[in-house]
Structure formats: C-alpha cells, structure tokens
C-alpha cells in the first residue's frame, strides 16, 4: 500500500472512499466534517438527529455522496468522547475505517489527520498515529491461501488544510508507515507455521535483514557457544533435531567502540511442547508464537536502521524449539549458566528464562547502557493483566520505567509496572542441590519469580523484562481490540521504536 500526504480539501479527493469523523454525543458536526455535510444536503447531520450514528470509538457509518463529490463513498468513523480523546484513539479510528472501507472494496483511500483540529493533537503526531493505524489496520496474513479472501487498499492519503504544517505532516506520516511496517514484519514471523518458522530460519531472516539495512549480523555456531559456556540456553534445544540459533544483529555496529549501546534481548521458542512437562493439546496449539519476543526485537532493529537512529542499538535472539527425545531436559536435571550459575530444572515448560538467562549475560559482554528483554514468558502475566489488558514491566530502575511508560503512552501499547519483591529472588534460590531453580517451591507469584531468576543475570545492568504473554497474539471480541485482525500483534516493536525516538 502506497501512503500519501496532501494539503487541501479532502472533499475534492477522487477516490474510492474519504474518511471524516465524530466525536461521541456530538449535536452537529464541525471543521472538515461539517463542510462536507453542508455539500451533502445535511445527510451527516441527519445521521444524528435520526441515533443511527452515535460517535463511539471505531464507529462507523456509509453514506453515498451521489454527483455531490467526486468520491464514491463517505466513511463517517467515531472518536469517541472528546474529553477522553488521545493519540491512540487516531490509530482506532483510522483503522477500523480503513477496514470498513476495504471491506466495501475501496482500493484508494482518503482520510482527514483526525485528532489535529478539535482533538488538538499536533499535526506530527495525528500523522505518525493515523499512518500506524492505517498500516496495522489493513494487515493481512494470508502467504498460504490458494486464494487471496480480500483485495487489498493500493493507496492511503492523508489530507490536512492548508493552515497545518506539511513538513510535519509528512515527518509523521514517514515514522508512522515505517513503524507499521515493521511491526507487520514482526506479525508475519509470528503467524509463519512453525515447520516453516525454525531457529535457521529466523537465523537466515535476520541475515537478510541486516543486508538489506545496513547492519550487521552474526550467528554463533554451536562450538562458540560451547566455548562461552551457554548451558542453559543449549539445554533448551537439545531435545529438536533442529539446532539452536543464536542471533546477533548490530546497528551502528561501528560505535560500539566508542559507545554504550541499547540491548534488546528477545525470546524466540519457535515452538514449545513444554517438554517432559507437556503441555495440554489446547495449551500447545498456539505455541508457534512463543517467539513473538524474538520476533519484537527483529522488529525492532529494523525500525532503528530504518528510522536512522543515531547511537548503537544490538538486538540478541536466542532461537530455540522446546520438544521431547531421549536428549531433551528432563525435570531435576541441572545445567550451567554462562556466568558459571547452576540451575536445576523443576519444570521444562519454563524454559524461556533458560535461554534468555545465557543471553543477558552476552549482553553484558557490549557493557551496554540499558537492556530490555522481551518474551511471551509467563501465563501467570495474563492472569494477573488479562488477555490484551497489558504487558508486565519489571524493572528497579526508576529512570528507564519512566522512559518506557512514555513510550508506552506514545505508541498506545500498554505495560503496567510490577514488584520486583526481595522475597521473589529468595524463593528462586531455593534450590537444595544449585544456585537456582527455574521456578519456585509453588505457583504463586509466577511472572514475578520469572522476572527475579532474569535479574540473577543481568550483571547490575540498567534492565528492564516484559512479560507479553498478555499481548502477543489477541482474538477479536467487543472487548479485545487489536489494531487489524485476530491473531499476532507484533506487540513490542511499537513500544521500542517509540522508546527509541524519544532519545537515548
């Protein structure tokens, strides 16, 4: 899809649907809104007086404009109300229009910025907000349908009046596309079927990515990673005939001498079992996506390379499949960290902290300014935030939780902050025969233990884990929204690039 930015009269568009909007509870429509009832005879106006239109979020109503104008369709989407409104109300909105209008089979699509007159959001950020919208939106997953279900949206336009600022318009709508983007990058290795989605294949992936963007790329081979002692995470992967990958992505690879860099740790299970602690035919029928971490990352360096950020950022994927052999971890087995930990394995469906504890001690190694982790760690994170509520965020660095809550705020993905208690590290120790056990004594307390045995390897490093197991992979319901279909979310790379734009 082609996105385009435009000053002028989104009422002179001529395309297959223009985009407008209401806010909830509105008596009669203003600005761009009401120009264009005024040219329809008050049929929006109508609209309200008549209740079939009522404003609220996502909202939205048809109407045919006849000779009127030169578009086909008139999407009129609600905002909701106006007091309530925010920046991730604009990608709401101009998503869920844009996915009525492909459903009516528009191919070329006109919007107004909403949020950047009444809403009073500054022209940049309407942009940024309303092209990751759209992009997120108009997703679709379907590289293994005979035939394609929808035609797809060829071109996107944003239209905003002449008193707004187009270099901003355009600045905002750049970031906003390549965000988008790069979070449906993340979308499609998750929905990739895990026969295709291997360790090599995210490995191959991430060497093509580094290609095409100017960074660097490396795989640790299985004697290097013998060599740097990564126990834990070679356990995990000797159960699957295929071999562990330990990805290695640099951008700015070139002031890493000089600088400090960002490390993004991401866990990428391409598939989970459970292992010996198998999980339930239910529980392991959507384990393809216990890589959404590792695939967040990716994303993620692709969004840093893309949107030219300017200090080093390294993005770690240790790739494994958990599944079940006569050489697969077994419950009581004990294994050694590469900083010389042992850990006795309780239960091999927690593994995940497995592999991630092997590489936050690699990050180490860059001296790095902050490091963030990111995996689909825990079920007990969407017991305790739900399914879609929010991602838990640990962390005891009160700088680097406010840098992430504002991210969180500019790119409408949520964290909520969770303890990070003494007693938790205490009940991880509790091992009778090694340093540490992968879970505790009892269930309790599970994403916050998870988050305490991650800590033990983070080498007094600003560090912060999300648990986004609440958020990886949504359904659609009147309750669960996600930005375009069920399914992946590419959740996390949003938050990251925002993070990243927001400085160093």
Known sequence: MQLNTIIGDIAEQAVDAIIINLFENTNSPGGATAAIDQRMNGAISALLVGGDFKGKLRETSVLYPGETMPARRIIVVGLGPEEDFTIDRIRHATAAAAIRARELGARRIASILHGAGAGRIETYAAARA????????????EKYKSEPGRQGVTSFTLV????????????GAREGEIIANCTCHARDLVSEPPNICTPSFLAVHAEKLAYNHGMTARVLSDAKLRELKMGAFLSVGQGSAQQPQFIVLEHNAEMLKDSAPLVLIGKAITFDTGGYSIKSGEGMSDMKTDMAGGAAVLGALQAAALLRIPYPVVGLVPAAENMISGRA?????????????TIEILNTDAEGRLILADALVYAGGYKPATVIDIATLTGAAVIALGEGGAAALFTDDEQLAERLSLASQSSGERIWRMPLFPEY????????????????????AGAGTSAAFLQEFTEGSQWAHLDIAPMASLPASKVVHPLGPAGATGFGVRLLAHMMLDGD
């Not at 309303?130 to 997953?141: D, I």
């Not at 971890?329 to 930990?341: E, H, I, L, T």
């Not at 009778?432 to 004594?441: C, F, K, S, W």
């Open 425 to 444: 590290a205490e009940w991880v120790r509790g091992s009778d025969v090694a340093d540490l056990r992968n879970i505790p004594g009892k269930r309790y």
């Open 329 to 341: 971890n077994r419950p009581s087995d004990v294994v050694r960290a590469s900083n010389g930990k």
């Open 160 to 171: 905003a009046w002449k008193e707004q600022n187009a270099d901003a318009l355009r600045a």
């Open 130 to 141: 309303a092209a990751e919208g759209a992009g997120l939106g108009l997703y679709t997953f």
